[in-house]
């Protein structure tokens, strides 16, 4: 696919900002409306961060990795980039949406690319049930914390708590608890993506629990729902000896 009109955009770091005027000089400046592709100069904060940001843009993300961690992101060559783009693979994300009611009565939605967590906000371990689809699964989880991740975000925090990892493309989810008490013996679950999870913090004034939508916070949460939102596609470009999908596959030998 030819793309000409590119859109930048960089993280603050000195090193991200001196690519960013190098790239902009050299292959130009389309504005967020004009443009056909955003390529994101950063690491995989950023990424997130502007997918987040340039959801209503529907457009097309590649990007180049000049941050700490570059998961997401392509290998950053200042040569040839039209080429590049012409060149890369297209792949598909369907976000977490994330329903959180809080005690003072509000309701918070917010997307997730990667996961939704919920971690206890004191000293107190957190008291959390589960429902999926309706149903009871797990009357009471005594945990630090709870996450259910997407394909893309297995190899991420849910990887740290020693979820699954799951290959892009299995339409599945990683319900991981953080840290779990009781049930002593339970580890997760893998879900179909389809699958609506429902969590209620029991003794929410003594035990408070936040819920995180990749880095957007709700604080002294009461429910959190969370289901896939497949009305919305995410659209990442990669490198065709660089694939999201051979990387998530490489982590599980690592």
Not at 74 to 99: F, K, T
């Amino acid at each position: 696919m030819k793309l000409d009109r590119i859109h930048f955009v960089a993280s603050p770091s000195e090193h991200a900002q001196s690519a960013f005027r190098t790239m902009r000089a050299r292959y130009g400046q389309a504005t967020l409306e004009e443009a056909e592709v955003i390529v994101a100069l950063g690491g995989d904060g950023f990424m997130l961060r502007t997918l987040h940001r340039c959801l209503s843009a529907d457009l097309p993300v590649y990007g180049m990795k000049l941050g700490n961690v570059g998961f997401l992101m392509n290998r950053y060559h200042e040569d040839d980039l039209e080429q590049r783009l012409e060149d890369a693979n297209m792949v598909e994300l369907a976000p977490l949406c994330m329903l959180a009611a809080t005690e003072a009565g509000s309701e918070v939605r917010e997307l997730a690319i990667n996961e939704v967590s919920l971690l206890r906000q004191m000293n107190q371990a957190a008291h959390l049930r589960i429902f999926v689809n309706g149903s009871v699964k797990v009357e009471e989880l005594v945990c630090d914390g709870v996450l259910v991740a997407t394909a893309a975000g297995s190899t991420a925090y849910n990887l740290s708590a020693h979820g699954p990892i799951l290959p892009l493309g299995t339409e599945a989810l990683a319900l991981t608890p953080i840290s779990p008490f009781r049930p002593r013996r339970w580890r997760g679950a893998v879900l179909p993506s389809s699958c609506h999870v429902r969590f209620e913090v029991m003794d929410n004034y003594k035990r408070p629990v936040s819920a995180t939508a990749d880095a957007q916070e709700v604080r002294n949460v009461v429910s959190v729902d969370v289901f896939q939102e497949k009305s919305i596609k995410l659209k990442l470009m990669f490198d065709p000896d660089h694939s999201l999908e051979d990387r998530i596959l490489d982590e599980q030998f690592l």
